[in-house]
């Protein structure tokens, strides 16, 4: 059983738990590509899901050492330019490459995400957790109303997630044992690796974020809470 | 001239800038020794003045190498130890210390800071960039309402004001550049180490901070800005 009293801040992943990526990607595309002369179609869900693919292994260079710490705008930049290769999307200016690049800035919360953050706000402090970095996660919060008390992470920890030291790190600014903080995530593997550096651990459903995905569907064995969004959260906490 | 719409980001010292440390902490010491058997009278303010006159040079062995970087927190505590027992204050428990310790966590905004800061906070990002450490402002922001977009600072750059560091990396942390950021301040010298980087500058009259003080009272040359409160900021930025 999890006591709501001990626990003083919450931490969360953001991308597929708090924003709808796949969705806020496809539409921000399709209207961006929609307003060009001549008009680009593609299948942007699929270009959504193209570039996501590409983020583990972009990150999994500099978990592995291969490469000093970088932000994501610099990987998913790199990623998206093979993406629209892949894609055979051609002719973009620079420009217009860094405003698609910036498309995880402007990505939208699920309905329930600023309402129930800001019921879970009033008794626990709010960090972001995520492998964005801090100017995406800013502008994100600002452009859709989420209201973090601060922004930490891989950018703050220089280590991407779930390597321990994003955790513990965000833990040690805190100022509180792993113990006192409680990870929210709509994802099972993030989930476990903040437990395992002793973190509390609540599970979002988001069957929207990737349609007809067969994982990460319920809280796996051992998370501390399984719910159905953030106001069941908020619910769940007693807030 | 400084054009407003050339800033993206307010980045803002925090004590004496956006809260009251000396009135705060000499009516926080002031209630806690007045409800202790037997009673603790000192002058409160001069309490504060001790302590606050060890900050800097505590500050400086991190900064000139002799020592890794540490949190405020831990600086804060070993030097209310001397204070303590420079006023002949014993008998405190541990927990005691560390309540009176955390008073740097429950400082007054002055009157205008939340308003004038929420008035900035409709058109830019607001970082604070303090030598607190992140706990710190985030549990003193929580108390006082005060609208952080995200906590920046010496521990996220884990170097203490007025190292260029400090300054250099909360920019990069928001990608922008120095000359899109305006530094916000009650102090000149932090203004000109923030200018020595890049950064637009405001100075804050902060009067009430220590009476009779005969520094500070208004913008050195070279400042972009001398407002008298964040109030006339916001004004003077067209919020």
């Given at each position: 059983m999890l006591d709501p009293a001990s626990i003083r801040a919450l931490t969360f992943d953001v991308f597929?738990?708090?924003?709808d990526w796949r969705g806020s990607i496809a539409r921000d595309l399709g209207e961006f590509f929609g307003r060009r002369t001549p008009r680009i179609e593609r299948d942007w869900a699929k270009v959504a899901d193209a570039w996501r693919g590409k983020y583990q292994p972009a990150m999994e260079r500099v978990r592995g050492g291969g490469r000093g710490f970088v932000k994501l705008d610099v990987l998913h930049l790199e990623n998206l330019r093979e993406v629209l290769a892949e894609f055979s999307?051609?002719?973009?200016?620079e420009e217009d490459i860094g405003h698609i690049n910036r498309v995880w800035h402007r990505l939208d919360p699920w309905p329930d995400s600023v309402v129930g953050m800001t019921r879970l706000k009033r008794r626990y402090a709010l960090a972001s957790l995520s492998n964005g970095n801090v100017s995406l996660i800013v502008t994100m919060a600002k452009r859709a109303g989420i209201p973090w008390d601060t922004v930490l992470g891989a950018e703050t920890a220089r280590a991407y997630k779930p390597q321990p030291e994003a955790y513990l790190r965000a833990a040690e600014m805190l100022c509180?044992?792993?113990?006192q903080c409680l990870m929210v995530a709509a994802h099972n593997a993030d989930l476990h690796a903040a437990a395992k550096c002793g973190f509390r651990t609540a599970f979002i459903r988001?069957?929207?974020?990737?349609?007809?995905?067969?994982?990460?569907?319920a809280a796996d064995p051992g998370i501390d809470l399984d719910c159905a969004d953030m106001n069941d959260l908020a619910a769940k906490l007693g807030c």
């Open positions: 597929g738990t708090v924003v999307i051609a002719g973009l200016s509180l044992a792993p113990a988001r069957p929207l974020e990737i349609p007809g995905k067969t994982h990460d569907l």
